[in-house]
């Protein structure tokens, strides 16, 4: 069927193409403005996007879509905030009926008219961009301008480039082509094909708690540019942020003459299993999944009928030979451990440092000396509890509070936790970062993941032990971020090499700005689907061309 070009395809073309150019280019580029500054948004902004999520808290979500009569209400602030927000509830078999009947329309339309409303959909979720940042703040535990960069502007950034990736794929061929093949003395054999972008069908995004947005919209904007309906799970304890995207997306569907089917929220009730029914169900054909290792596994070995894409966990590893800025390294990795109490994907938690100290400008480091170092800065970002909490946020739930509690039982703490009281919600359940020291021996305890605010310094015989640790840890176990600091070219090229065959993202010599746990849409590949960490990666060609086939049809000219 030939494309009509739909109107948002028009209106949102140029935005489309600076994108098209960034993924090719990997500089730096941003469609959505980080800063939540009224000189960017407008002075009422802020103001206007609490108050529209504050109208939520204590009563039903205004939710168009098909219902079974019964509403859940799951949600319980890490910042002790009362939500109280009921969504209604739908069982998996109606979920996935309502999104098969609206597929072929989706799917007629064209990767134009698909990529043209995914954009006006961005549109609308930026500009409503507070409304979303609050209901992240309050479900995930992040503070406000984390949540606002992360869980607003950056997902819309991770949301857009994912579109761009899909369209790149589904355009990389014509809609139609002529084919004429000489045949003797008679006339030539003609015919005209045409090339369908058909989509697998039912997608699923089951969300997480952690980081809602970020972590859900790439798959979702995947899928639904490739023309599969999404049915979105979220988390239990993180359904608003995602329940908002529904909201709008369902608007922005319905204005544009779609069944609003298209999109669907798949809130589960207490015990339910949702996520696992829908996950298995014949007609779904992609899952999405951020979350624990255990489920992604079981995502994997179980929904054989779908293509799934997972991000699960890891052993993130700091290699330290040595440094010129050895200031600067101490307040990069404080940084990096403090941010979000530690409760990111990305953040470190194996320190690999020689047990006889490295070399730096302030001179020899004993392996105390660096190990105290980093803690010190831990501490000094965490000192003044008012300051501390816009790094750490609160805690995002009872596992990792277990975990630091567990913690205490093994190895010599350089820093220890603290219980810190919120200045602003008496609830919040805050805690620091312990940094804890460990020999290479102690594989039993570092050898698995520690998920929140734990970090281990780990004495090491030597750079060329610790990067045999890197390769075999995260060979094993996989990660998502590595990084390494030496002033030794041959060090850096071998931390390289063991990058590589472990199928991690490395960083080197970070001690300014830019910090290990960051990635930059359009420019870094989050995870690489190279190790157990993540069996994809956002965002490259793999993560979209799976999601549709072509099919052809050909007729004799």
Known sequence: MTETPHPLYARHAETLDRALTAITERGYWSAYPESPSPRVYGETAAADGKAAFEAYLGGDFPLDQASDGTTVATEASPFGVALDVRYPHAGADELVAAATAALPAWRDAGPKARAGVCLEILD???????????????????????????????????????VAYAY??????????????????????????????????????????????????????????????????????????????????????????????LVQLAPEAAGEKLASTLALHPAVKIVDFTGSTEYGDWLEANARQAAVYTEKAGLNTVVIDSTDDFAGLCRNLGFTLTLYSGQMCTTSQNLLIPRDGIETDQGHKSFDEVAAGIAGAVAKLTADPARGVELTGAIVNDGVLERLDEVTKVGEPVLESRTVEHPSFPGAVVRTPTVVKLDAGDTATYAREWFGPISFAIATDSTEHSLRILRETVGEKGALTAAVYSTDETVLDAAEAAAIDAGVHLSCNLTGGVFVNQSAAFSDFHGSGANAAANSALTDGAYVANRFRVVQSRRHA
């Open 124 to 162: 609308r979720l930026h500009k409503n961009v507070f409304e979303l940042a609050n209901a992240v703040q309050f479900t995930s535990g992040q503070a406000f301008v984390m949540a606002f960069q992360a869980g607003g502007a950056h997902a819309l950034d991770r949301a857009l480039e994912a």
């Open 168 to 261: 790149a794929e589904m355009t990389r061929h014509p809609g139609t082509a002529g084919w004429e093949k000489a045949a003797g003395k008679g006339d030539p054999l003609r015919m005209t094909k045409t090339f369908h972008v058909v989509p697998r069908g039912v997608a699923l995004v089951i969300g997480c708690n952690t980081f809602p947005t970020w972590n859900s919209y790439p798959g979702f904007f995947a899928s639904l540019v490739t023309g599969n309906p999404v049915v979105v799970k979220p988390h239990p304890r993180a359904v608003l942020p995602l329940a908002i995207t529904v909201k709008y997306a369902r608007q922005v569907l319905a204005e544009a003459g779609f069944d609003p089917n």
